[in-house]
Structures are given as structure tokens and as C-alpha cells.
């Protein structure tokens, strides 16, 4: 593993300004243009410097690196592409500077060269509502928030919270409601692969009340309403050797499939494994297949020539 602070000569606790003061001192000594008669050796102990600091400038970055050491750059990208799909971007080892990493370098570059140093208020009963749920599964883990008045239909809206494999099945629940210190029960049907955000009406002897489906925190996310997206990180030695893959869906139903190099970091569809919208037309399963390197420094050497440019 690449010991981004030993070739950047500093501790593992090195503060900002120690970073960079190192990172100034090593761009000085080692710059290919500096370094006429070892112009090889130079760049590629540049590029080692650059990504050492590009990694350790940024806080997020570090954290990642200092928490999962060779893998951090996968959990880091899968990390990235669980909360924002359009940012995971990532390929093999071609790094795009961070405008911190880039800026400090374009300053140190001036420093040395000058200019040409440039790289290129209505009362009702449910004012006060409190909700107890009975639950059937001890698993479950149902949660709430406030009701919301909906001024326009003036019927009450709660949100539940329900597991994805309720949701991904369909269930039905019974909901214990206090109002006005006065327990009722209502019973909900939620139909399977309902949308995250749907509202369901029931009635109550005080009058109808909208349930807002939420979905707890999984290993899926829920994207584009519909869509599940599962960030899967798997030991690459079953890629190489074309392993079979299983994965549990919501369903507890079992996926099989393998994965193929070129399918790394990419988005894989499984059509139609997804929730449904209003229409009842199906999202899909989009899995995004992410490699567990080998903690072993010869079985990681031996992997990294074999993938030369991929990760």
C-alpha cells in the first residue's frame, strides 16, 4: 500500500500547514524541470508527491484513506455515487486534482518559474395527535414525525416509516393513534413496491388522515422515486476468476449473476426489479459493482499488474 505521509515526509497527524509547507519543499526538489539529467526518475516521483497531497489536502479524502488504507479510494467513490450518481466518475488511477490540490501547485509553480510556471389557527381533534404502532415483527422499526396540515384537501398528513423489504413486499399494519388523549386504530394495506413519498388515505372516527410512506435507511437507496441502487463491493479475485455472485433482494429472493472487469464502478441493470410509480410501471435494480482489494502485498501486486489502468 502507498504510504501517502511517508512520501510526503510527514506525520499522521499532520495539520494543514504542514501538509503543504512538505508538499512546497518536495515540488521544489522533484519538478521534472528542475531535474534535466533524471527527468524519468523526477516525474515519476512527482506524480507519487501530487497524489499523495491531492488525497491528504482534502478532508474527506483523508478520512477515507486513513480509515479504509488500499480500498479507500473504492469506498470513497461508492460512497459518492450512493448520494449523488452523476458524480461517480471515477476510473482506474486517473486523478482529477482537487481545485485545492491544483491551486497550491499552480502557486508553488509560480513561486519557481513565474508566470510561466502554469500548467497548461382552526381547532380540530388532531391539533394534538401522538401515535403508538403495534408491531407483529420484532424487527420492525417504525418512526415518526409531526403531522402536517394539508390546507388545501384540510385533511392531517403523517409520515411512516417502514422497512424496505415491507415496502418491497407490500404489508398490511395496524396503527395505534392517540387523539385528543383518545386511542384509536386504523389498519393500512400498503401495496408491494409502492413508491417512496405516496400518500395512502384512511379514516378514523375523526375523519380521514393521509399516511406518507417513508422508507428506512438500507444497503438500497431509493433514486429517481422508483429505481433501487445498490453500491456492491466485491473481492476481486471472484471478478478475475468470473465467479458467481449472489445478492439478497428486498424480497429475500436471491439475484445470481457474475461480473465482468469492464463492468467495474459502471452501472449494471437488472430491468424491473425496481418499486412502481402511479402507473404501476416498474423501476429498475441498478447495482454498481466495486472492487475489495487483497490485504496481501504480493496477491496485490500480482492484481495491479493484471489491471493496469483500472484501478
Known sequence: MKDYYSILGVSRNANEKELKEAYRKLVRKYHPDLNPNNRQEAEKIFREINEAYEVLSDPEKRKFYDKYGENWKTMYEASKKGFDPEQFNQRGNQYT????ASKDLEEILQEIFGSFGKSKNRKNPFETIFFDFDFTEPYQNYQYQNYQHNTQSNIP????????EEIYNGTQKTLTLSINNKPTTVNITIPPRIKENSKITVNTPYGPIKIKIKINKSNYKVIQEKNLLLILPIEIEKILNNEE???ILPNNKKLK???SIDQL???VVFKNLGLTDSKQN???????????????????????EILSGVI
Not at 157 to 164: C, Q
Not at 282 to 304: A, E, F, H, T
Open 97 to 100: 486534482y482537487s481545485s485545492k
Open 157 to 164: 398528513e403523517i409520515e411512516v416509516y417502514f422497512n424496505l
Open 265 to 267: 464502478y459502471q452501472e
Open 282 to 304: 416498474y423501476g429498475d435494480l441498478i447495482i454498481i459493482p466495486v472492487p475489495l482489494l487483497p490485504k496481501d502485498k504480493q496477491k496485490l501486486s500480482k492484481i495491479r
Open 245 to 247: 455472485v449472489t445478492i
Open 257 to 259: 449473476t457474475t461480473f
